[in-house]
Nanobody
């Protein structure tokens, strides 16, 4: 029902900024929410940020509050993750995910649709 394609990852230095994009293709209904997760080598996938598609309510993990901003451009059907003041600990594969269920959700199992991921590496 939904296809997600991430782009924008790369290698940057600590303190730099990067913007990730998630192109959302839906066949019938628009997802209720799109989230960003990340997974560092040897670690579990963790929630980063989420936004509801209709009214733009956002939620962030404590580790990225004040540095990352999630936004949506409904005309382009794209969700962005603007990442500022990047740190080496932000190094991970970043995934966007979508769900049709309402309410708040921060666990990967709450999201049935996933992109292939884009890698972000932050050097010190």
């Amino acid at each position: 029902q939904v296809q997600l394609v991430e782009s924008g990852g790369g290698l940057v230095q600590a303190g730099d900024s990067l913007r990730l994009s998630c192109a959302v293709s839906e066949r019938t209904y628009s997802p209720y929410a799109v989230a960003w997760f990340r997974q560092a080598p040897g670690k579990e996938r963790e929630f980063v940020a989420a936004i509801t598609r209709s009214v733009g309510i956002t939620n962030y993990a404590d580790a990225v509050k004040g540095r990352f901003t999630v936004s949506t451009d409904r005309a382009k059907n794209t969700v962005y993750l603007q990442m500022n003041s990047l740190k080496p600990e932000d190094t991970a594969a970043y995934y966007c995910a979508a769900r049709f269920s309402g309410g708040s959700a921060y666990h990967p199992s709450d999201y049935p649709y996933w992109g292939q991921g884009t890698r972000v590496t932050v050097s010190s």
